[in-house]
């Protein structure tokens, strides 16, 4: 590792476990994350690996198991999401899918069972005339939510109102749902 004319890291910063092995391996240039960075776990196997652009996420960002497996994937572009964060068991099975706009805000979360069907909360961002509704910490406001078993709707799909006036969320409407079917209100 270097450093350059005014005195900023440039080039490739290597990093080491007590015993030796290597921990992480970086690239700066001008003093700034540019290129992948990787981290491994103790014995050598990647833990995670990211690309940064002029010290900002740019790229590919994929994270590892112990074993070797994928645990997540998604790509970065200029510090924001812009593609969706796929997450995996140890086995490689899809646990969750995370969708995000053009500028990174959240728009919908799904979770699956080990056969690919969804399971679990589904949430969906609110947005209004293609932009999100954000709520006073600037997160994204929940539209609904909708419960999953197995692939059939079970359990309670909550809608929320519009546009709160206080800024909390409220609840418009529940839809009750069991086994797949809408049950009478």
């Known amino acids: 590792m270097g450093l350059n004319a005014q005195n900023q890291l440039d080039g490739i910063y ?7 092995s290597i921990k992480s391996i970086s690239q700066y240039r001008n003093g700034k994350l540019d290129g992948e960075m990787r981290r491994f776990y103790p014995g050598g196997k990647p833990e995670y690996s990211v690309f940064f652009r002029n010290d900002q996420k740019h790229g590919s960002y ?6 070797g497996q994928l645990m997540f994937s998604t790509q970065n572009c200029n510090g924001r999401r812009c593609a969706p964060v796929l997450e995996y068991d140890e ?12 500028n990174g805000a959240f728009k919908r979360q ?6 690919g069907r969804p399971h679990g909360l589904e949430i969906f961002g609110l947005y209004r005339d293609g932009r999100p509704v954000l709520n006073k ?11 999953w078993k197995h692939g059939v709707k079970d359990g309670d799909e909550t809608h929320y109102k519009d546009r709160p006036k206080s800024g909390k969320q409220r609840v418009d409407y529940v839809i ?7 049950l009478p209100r």
């Open 14 to 20: 290597k990093d080491y476990y007590p015993d030796g």
């Open 62 to 67: 994929k994270g590892w198991y112990r074993n």
């Open 91 to 102: 086995q490689g099975n899809l646990e969750m899918r995370q969708e995000f706009d053009d």
């Open 110 to 115: 799904q979770h699956y069972d080990p056969q």
């Open 137 to 147: 910490e600037g997160k994204v406001m929940m539209d609904c939510t909708v419960q």
């Open 176 to 182: 009750k749902w069991q086994d797949g079917q809408q």
